[in-house]
């Protein structure tokens, strides 16, 4: 009788490890989803500067970036004059370069995804968000950091077996109050850290207190950084997917 009781309590203590790991994931799950919201709204449209910083050369490129959640992007060039036009265009699963210069309409296969965007260290994927950090990946909260004034989530996004992700690993800081992203870790297959990318001048914009700075700094290639610096941001404005189109990248201003 008492093995039998011992068994039993055994089975209920496994059960409700089971249900408090699940819990975790859910909850996980939710800091990563309200997080990723607050980034993105419905739809928005931005305007920001990325400057690429190497070690023998600097350059700074102005873009204008319109979004509607969760399939379709389009980010205009509209400096340098060498640049000004070029468009990037996402449409689900698609996406598309058009170079004003050579009058081309590129499509960017999905073996790309990871090739540099406008020579940054920001990726085709980075960029148009080709990939779900939220549907994509599972997500276990790892422990607790402070970054800055944040108490953060330490949360690491492991993925899905059938998800298409570029990546083997992320890990990411969330703040406790505001679900601010300060903080993202990017692993390859073979669990290496390739770059780091870091939020920061946290500011309302656009009606949120967001970080409007971040810097991505590549791990394997010494005095390389990227900056991307958000001038202005508004969110949930009228957008429909009929912007979003090969016509349209050839004619937006």
Known sequence: MKKQ??????ISLFLLLGVSLSFADQKATEIVRKSNNLLRGKSSFSEATLTVIKPSWKRSITMKIWALE???????????????????????????????????????????????????????????RESSIVEDYTHTIIGRETIGDYTCYKIRFD???EAGVVWGKIIT???????????????????????T??????????????????????????GHKTILQYKSIRFNIKLTP?????????RVR
């Open 5 to 10: 009781t011992i068994h039993i309590l055994r």
């Open 70 to 128: 969760p399939d379709y992007a389009l980010i205009l060039i509209t400096k340098p004059a060498r640049d000004k036009g070029t468009v990037t265009l996402k449409r689900k699963r698609e996406v598309w370069n058009w170079i004003p210069t050579i009058r081309r309409l590129i499509k960017i296969p999905p073996s790309m995804m990871m090739q540099p965007w406008m020579g940054s260290d920001f990726t085709n994927d980075d960029l148009v």
């Open 159 to 161: 993925p899905k077996p």
């Open 173 to 195: 800081w969330i703040s406790q109050k505001n679900y601010l992203m300060l903080k993202a870790e990017y692993y390859d297959e073979d669990g290496q850290l390739i770059k």
């Open 197 to 222: 990318m870091t939020g920061s001048k946290i500011k309302t914009m656009g009606g949120r207190l967001l970080p409007t700075r971040w810097e991505v700094l590549p791990h394997n290639k010494p």
């Open 242 to 250: 009929d912007f979003f189109s090969q016509q349209n990248m050839k």
